[in-house]
């Protein structure tokens, strides 16, 4: 049996279902995974969260839209299959449809980018509306997904702007070293401004720990700090330092195919069902 279709908690994930009425035609949650800060984690973050909920079961897609592309590649797909981008997307050159390609993963499809991407700001900055350009684009092709992931790149400029137009909810990666918190007020500002005048849905979901490496005092001290500071927005789930996570993006396989056992695989499963708890709250408060 492969890894993915062991279940994955998927009794919670059908509980939450039943109560939450998540699954099944209601449109699908977007989620930004956002963090200015370059190498926190968030494409590992992308990668891991959008295949452990497509092992529960959940139809999800990944919007790549950083020009590294990492999220592209970590999924396998070659630069030959990124003919249609996120580029095209934001730019309106073509429907969104015609982006969204499979990946290896059952219910994991991917927009992949392209460095063409890194064009993009500066194309849409004189251009109408142009914060709400993704916004747009997903309109009704969002329909057939329970999960929309967006990876951003690490700024706060046009490209992660228009995540945070599009989404109704953010996951921020933090990476468990000194200068963690370092730029995050700004972060939470932005995202406040977003929220007042662009897109009232918005709301961050939680700040996910990562890179804790359980030997280093450091991490621990990190990880109060954080807990200290955004009390219960930290996820229980922690993602431990692991080299099997760092290993898997070279073979274009996201951990959980790679080494389904390791601790960073399990800690990104026990991820999705957090994720998936919050949003049977939050389903339930909006109700
Ligand atoms: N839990 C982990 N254990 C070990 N290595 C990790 C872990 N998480 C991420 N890494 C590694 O750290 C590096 C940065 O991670 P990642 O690319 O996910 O960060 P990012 O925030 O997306 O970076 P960028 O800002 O450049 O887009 C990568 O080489 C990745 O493989
Ligand atoms: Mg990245």
Do not use: W
Request: net charge positive; hydrophobic share 45%; glycine share 8%.
């Amino acid at each position: 049996m492969s890894a993915l279709t062991q279940p994955v908690d998927r009794h919670a994930a059908v509980a939450a279902d039943r109560q939450s009425g998540l699954q099944g035609g209601q449109g699908a949650r977007i989620f930004a995974i956002v963090n200015q800060k370059g190498g926190v984690g968030k494409t590992t973050t992308a990668v891991n969260l959008a295949t452990a909920l497509a092992a529960a079961e959940r139809r999800v897609l990944l919007i790549d839209l950083d020009p590294q592309g990492n999220a592209s590649t970590g999924l396998g797909i070659s630069r030959q299959a990124r003919r249609v981008t996120s580029y095209d997307v934001l730019l309106g050159n073509l429907a969104v449809g015609s982006a969204i390609i499979p990946t290896p993963i059952p219910r994991l499809a991917i927009i992949p980018s392209s460095v063409d991407l890194s064009g993009a700001e500066i194309e849409l900055v004189d251009q109408a509306e142009r914060e709400f350009r993704l916004r747009k684009a997903l309109g009704g092709a969002a329909e057939g997904f329970d999960y929309v992931l967006i990876d951003c790149p690490p700024s706060l400029g046009l490209l992660t702007l228009n995540a945070l137009v599009a989404a109704q909810a953010v996951m921020v990666p933090l990476q468990c070293e000194f200068y963690a918190l370092e730029g995050l007020s700004h972060l939470v500002r932005t995202i406040e401004r977003v929220k007042r005048s662009l897109n009232p849905a918005l709301d961050i979901q939680g700040v996910v720990l990562t890179m804790f490496d359980k030997r280093n005092n450091l991490s621990d001290l990190v990880a109060a700090d954080v807990r200290g500071h955004f009390g219960a927005k930290v996820y229980d789930t922690v993602i431990p330092r692991n080299v099997r996570i760092s290993e898997a993006p070279s073979h274009g396989k996201p951990v959980l195919l790679y080494d389904f056992r390791c601790s960073g695989a399990q800690a990104y499963i026990h991820l999705a069902s957090e994720m998936l708890r919050r949003e049977q709250q939050a389903a339930v408060l909006r109700a």
